[in-house]
């Protein structure tokens, strides 16, 4: 009994990465290996992507594009999945500052360091119940802890 192999748009791309993307760092061609540490799965793993046997998660999907800093949706699209949206509902009501947040988070989805900046400024702005959270100014200054 053979394996069924499909090519779909999701495992086409990360092929193409994979034979002619090189690794500023280590200046050779990223391999099966550098994006299955990146998205937290076994290298046989992505050789099933590549391969069009398994569809990746849509974490798996998030992980490689913040590795190859690519945009997150384009990729979700390409792996079958529906967009990040704006549409964002915080304890069932639209609050416009998580909103400004979680948008600025998906805009940093590729910059980690500021992407943790954000997660934390929404974070104390939660658990504060949405008090005085512009106030912030980046950092937990409410209770002068780092998240």
Not at 1 to 27: C, G, H, Q, Y
Not at 41 to 49: R, S, Y
Not at 83 to 105: E, Q
């Amino acid at each position: 009994m053979s394996d069924i192999t499909f090519e779909t748009p999701f495992s086409a791309w990360l092929m193409r990465i994979i034979r002619t993307r090189v690794n500023s760092a280590t200046k050779r061609f990223y391999t099966q290996q550098d994006l299955a540490t990146a998205a937290g799965i076994a290298q046989a793993q992505v050789h099933n992507l590549v391969t069009g046997k398994r569809r990746p998660s849509a974490e798996v999907v998030i992980g490689i594009a913040n590795f190859l800093e690519e945009d997150v949706n384009t990729l979700l699209q390409l792996a079958g999945y529906a967009p990040i949206t704006d549409a964002i509902v915080v304890n069932g009501s639209s609050d416009p500052v998580a909103i400004r947040l979680v948008r600025a988070v998906r805009l940093m989805m590729h910059d980690k360091q500021r992407m943790a900046v954000a997660v934390a400024m929404l974070e104390a702005m939660l658990n504060n119940g949405g008090a005085d959270a512009d106030s912030t100014g980046g950092s937990n200054s409410q209770t002068g802890k780092a998240r």
